[in-house]
């Protein structure tokens, strides 16, 4: 007899298949379940209707609509003054005793550290702090960490603390005040970091040591010529610096971080233009200021409440291209040790005497250089400077005369923008600082590297 093929179906895989259908019906197993091995024989039925989603869904939650939390934009930093503010400095090493001849010729006016046996020294730490406060208010600090009172070294003082407060939105003129440096000169101006020689002259400098004081100044320069100002200076030409075209200013007188010493004021004005002829940059300049200084004097010298202290000077600088000239002069009058003498007292000892009076002084420099690119790595610039000055020294005790005639040359090798070797050989004549103010002749090599930051 022959046997259904319906019988041979195994009836659990049949239970299976009725078991899934029904629990999809119900809503509690999904479609593709009942699909799980299939008759093979059966015909294809309609797919049982797909279960309703739950009523919690049919709209997303109201939270989900908003963005992710990581998504949002950060709160808006609060602005400071210290955001606008940046810094820079150099730091000079010197080592001056090769090849000395003489170990009383010092230079108490330049580096402190010539004669004597300072060995290395660093002749400069400065720090700079600079920005823009609000756009017609300019803030300048900068200090020195390479001070020294007595023997003392690495003191940190003042050399620029003042504001910049412009008159209009370029900045062509504005009204500087605080502590910065007076303009008088051209070498004067002229950043330490910038100038080839490693001491700035005695007769442009005797008139303002430490070439700062506290006053208000105005300055006035238009704007094209305030952008050849500062190409001078980041091109490494040795500019003088933006003390504007015209500068006018009151100051106390007595030089830099020193109180004012009597009720009168220096009144000072500068009028410097740099134009390009032919390819060259030329710069003309001169000024001049006049006032009363107070000296300070040794007990058995005699000297005025104060003494008249005027000055006049001319300025031309050719810039390095590759050639470059500089010469400078001023003359006037300033305090001036006169009579000077020797005694004995009851005792036997010796004693300094004499007078401070106003007379006459006079000097200057001039200065050939030539800015070298591509025969070492870097810039290398040659440069040789003849000097000369003759008159007292107001700033030093006593206002002592000096004479002197100085050689120096030598070269500076800015390897990389922040790194810089000076070497210089030096032969001079000059005044030393101290009593009995003998003069004292002698030669050196001086070397120097300089970090710029």
């Known amino acids: 007899m022959k046997e259904s093929t319906t019988s041979s179906r195994p009836p659990s895989r049949k239970l299976l298949c009725v078991l899934s259908a029904a629990l999809c019906q119900a809503g509690l197993a999904s479609p593709a379940l009942a699909q799980v091995a299939p008759d093979p024989e059966q015909a294809p039925t309609a797919a049982p209707p797909a279960p309703a989603p739950p009523e919690e869904s049919a709209a997303p939650p109201e939270e989900s609509a908003a963005p992710p939390e990581e998504s949002a934009a950060p709160p808006e930093k609060k602005a400071h003054f210290f955001d606008r503010i940046n810094v820079r400095g150099y730091t000079q090493f010197r080592y001056n005793e090769l090849a000395r001849s003489n170990e009383e010729l010092n230079n108490l006016q330049g580096d402190r550290a010539i004669g004597g046996h300072a060995g290395l020294s660093v002749r400069r730490a400065r720090l700079v702090l600079l920005g823009e406060m609000h756009p017609h208010i300019d803030l300048y600090l900068q200090t020195d960490f390479a001070a020294s009172a007595g023997d003392a070294l690495h003191f940190a003082q003042v050399r620029d603390w003042y504001f910049d407060i412009a008159l209009d939105s370029d900045k062509e003129f504005r009204f500087r005040v605080g502590q910065s440096k007076v303009p008088f000169g051209y070498e004067n101006m002229q950043s330490s970091q910038n100038r080839l020689p490693l001491d700035r002259s005695d007769a442009l400098n005797s008139a303002l040591s430490g ?44 030089t830099i971080n020193r109180a004012d010493a009597n009720a ?20 003309v300049g001169g000024g001049g200021y006049t006032g009363k200084v107070v000296v300070n004097t040794s007990e058995q010298v005699i000297a005025p409440d104060e003494v008249r202290d005027a000055r006049a000077a001319l300025a031309f600088a050719l810039y390095p291209q590759p050639f470059g000239l500089l010469a400078e002069y001023n003359i006037g009058t300033g305090p001036e040790l006169t009579d000077f003498g020797t005694s004995l007292d009851a005792a036997g000892a010796e004693v300094f005497s004499g007078t401070v009076r106003r007379r006459s002084l006079h000097g200057g420099f001039v200065l050939a250089s030539l800015r070298l690119a591509g025969l070492v790595p870097g810039v290398l610039t040659p440069y040789v400077r003849l000097a000369s000055y003759e008159g007292g020294k107001k700033h030093e005790t006593n206002a002592p005369r000096y004479s002197v005639r100085e050689l120096d040359a030598g070269f500076e ?31 050196l090599v001086r070397l120097q590297l300089q970090v710029n930051y």
Do not use: C
């Open 264 to 283: 009168g004021k220096h009144v000072v004005a500068r009028i410097t233009y740099p134009f390009e002829l032919g390819g060259q940059i030329i710069e």
């Open 413 to 443: 090798w800015q390897f990389i923008k922040p790194l810089e070797l000076t070497a210089s050989y030096q032969e001079a004549r000059r005044t030393s600082g101290r009593i009995p103010y003998d003069r004292e002749s002698g030669k």
């Open 211 to 254: 070439e700062r004081d506290l006053g208000v100044f105005f300055y006035y320069a238009p704007a094209s010529v305030r952008r050849l100002f500062k190409h001078l200076t980041d091109s490494g030409l040795k500019g003088s610096g933006d003390y504007g075209m015209l500068g006018l200013g009151v100051f106390n007188g007595q």
